[in-house]
């Protein structure tokens, strides 16, 4: 009944909005990869001056700084196949409830688009697929609750710290 609701007041998950958006990310983490590539190679030629000079303090500080980078462009490696497996499977999102195979690439797509700002379509994929699984669905991947079927991969490079030891302790467990 509500899906019949929603559907008629225009509330109903679309597809071609998802692939549009989906584009969009894919374009902008190209933009952004090659401006990470650049602050990650700059950070790896200092810490080899630095070291060449000495500076082993100040190196270590460019070696967190490389290693920073180098996760944000994991991410993003990770968020670009994320938008193309769930393109190639629109089909399968309209007419299950959260496939089981496609669930971990949902969940994580929806964990990173919280922690990614870079990305405003992101937030928007995040609202077609809150429309399509509702709002525990999202608020569970998000807060990275039991059995949010998150990447423990995406939670590593994109989480914080302390979010990240809780959610791969449960999992272990």
């Known amino acids: 009944m509500i899906k019949k609701l929603q559907a008629l007041l225009g509330k109903s998950f679309k597809a071609s909005r ?21 602050r990650c190679s700059q950070a790896t030629d200092d810490v080899a001056q630095l070291l ?19 996760n ?12 193309h497996l769930i393109s190639e499977r629109l089909v399968v999102v309209e007419t299950q409830e959260c496939p ?11 964990f990173a688009s919280s922690r ?10 995040r609202g077609i697929f809150q429309l399509r699984f509702g ?5 569970r991947a998000i807060e990275l609750r039991n059995n949010c079927g998150v990447n423990p991969k995406v939670c590593s490079k ?6 990240v ?9």
């Open 158 to 163: 994109r989480g914080t710290r302390k979010m």
């Open 165 to 173: 030891t809780k959610h791969l302790l449960k999992q272990q467990f």
């Open 72 to 83: 944000v462009l994991d991410s993003y490696a990770m968020i670009e196949n994320y938008c």
């Open 116 to 125: 990614c700002a870079e990305f405003p379509e992101l937030q928007e994929i």
């Open 18 to 38: 998802y692939k549009t958006l989906s584009d969009l990310v894919i374009s902008r983490i190209a933009y952004l990869e090659r401006q990470h590539k650049a």
């Open 52 to 70: 060449a000079q000495g500076h082993l303090d100040r190196a270590l500080l460019r070696v967190e700084h490389a290693i920073r980078e180098q």
């Open 135 to 139: 709002k525990e669905f999202i608020a």
């Open 100 to 110: 089981d195979e496609l669930k971990e690439t949902i969940s994580s797509l929806i």
